[in-house]
């Protein structure tokens, strides 16, 4: 099967051309996200996981076991579609089941790899990922409110890292400061995103075939020559030709980054 090729517009280093896209509004939405939806299926997941440790040690418990593994993927696929906020879905292949049963169904819906990495990302590494999906929303916000301090500095008269902002001047002066650092921010940001969805795509996505180098190797004609010149001929290799997946930047539909 042809893997689709991956969209890769030309991407700009400029922070300036970054802010004036959606990139960072995008990257925003995929990142605000995760601190509610990785939070609901971090506490879902774990109940799940407990749940059939305890259940599990009854004959009757056994169809809540397969229940809770059912649970355990939805989260994950919830997951793996939220990606579509940033890029396309991340791809995923379950096994089927190699025999019909509830023990056949318990093996292989929790023993398996697939199961074990869907664990891993929605348990494991859930802390660092909040973790870095906070901070970077953090370091966005902060030089909005810098920008809008001119809109409602009259209304409290905050004070802005120990500086009472009590009149325009000091507002205009501190929305320049916000203006300047947004720049970087917007750049943070959508690294952080990319971040976040490439450990997404390595964990939950299928997993990698180990041997499949030296399948593609078998598949090759062997060391033959060239009958005319005496050189190594050519080899031609039957494995479709497509883009490898990008891991430092977003697709961006329809925008000239």
Same mark, same amino acid.
């Given at each position: ?7 890769r ?6 922070p ?9 509004w995008?990257?925003?939405?995929y ?7 990785g ?10 996981v ?33 990606a ?30 697939? +199961? /074990?990495?869907?664990? $891993?990302?929605? *348990? !494991?590494?859930?802390?660092?990922? %909040?973790? &870095?999906?906070? #901070?970077?929303? @953090? ?10 301090l ?25 929305m320049?400061?916000?203006? +300047? /650092?947004?720049?970087? $921010?917007?750049? *943070? !940001?959508?690294?952080?995103?990319? %971040?976040? &969805?490439?450990? #997404?795509?390595? @964990? ?7 041997l ?20 190594p ?6 494995e ?18």
């Open positions: 099967m042809t893997t689709p090729p991956v969209r517009p030309p991407v700009s280093r400029n300036l051309r970054v802010l004036m896209t959606a990139a960072p995008r990257a925003c939405g990142l605000a996200s995760y601190l509610v939806l939070s609901g299926m971090f506490a879902v997941t774990a109940a799940a407990l749940g059939s440790v305890v259940v599990g040690q009854l004959t009757l418990g056994l169809p809540l076991v397969v229940g809770a593994a059912w649970i355990v993927r939805g989260c994950a696929q919830l997951e793996r579609g939220r579509l906020l940033v890029d396309r879905p991340i791809p995923h292949s379950y096994p089927e089941l190699a025999r019909p049963g509830l023990a056949a169904q318990i093996r292989t819906r929790w023993t398996g790899p697939v +199961a /074990l990495r869907d664990c $891993a990302y929605l *348990l !494991l590494l859930y802390p660092p990922l %909040l973790a &870095l999906d906070a #901070a970077a929303l @953090v370091a966005w916000l902060a030089p909005l409110a810098g920008i809008s001119p809109l409602w500095y009259w209304t409290v008269h905050p004070r802005v890292l120990g500086i009472r902002v009590g009149n325009p001047l000091a507002a205009l002066l501190f320049a400061a916000g203006l +300047a /650092l947004s720049l970087f $921010a917007a750049r *943070l !940001l959508v690294l952080a995103a990319a %971040l976040h &969805l490439t450990v #997404a795509r390595a @964990v939950l996505g299928p997993p990698r075939d180990p499949a180098e030296v399948r593609r190797m078998l598949m090759e004609p062997g060391p033959l020559t060239d009958w005319r010149t005496g050189a001929a050519r080899r031609q290799s039957f479709p030709e497509f883009e490898p997946e990008f891991v430092s930047e977003f697709a961006w539909e329809g925008e000239g980054v």
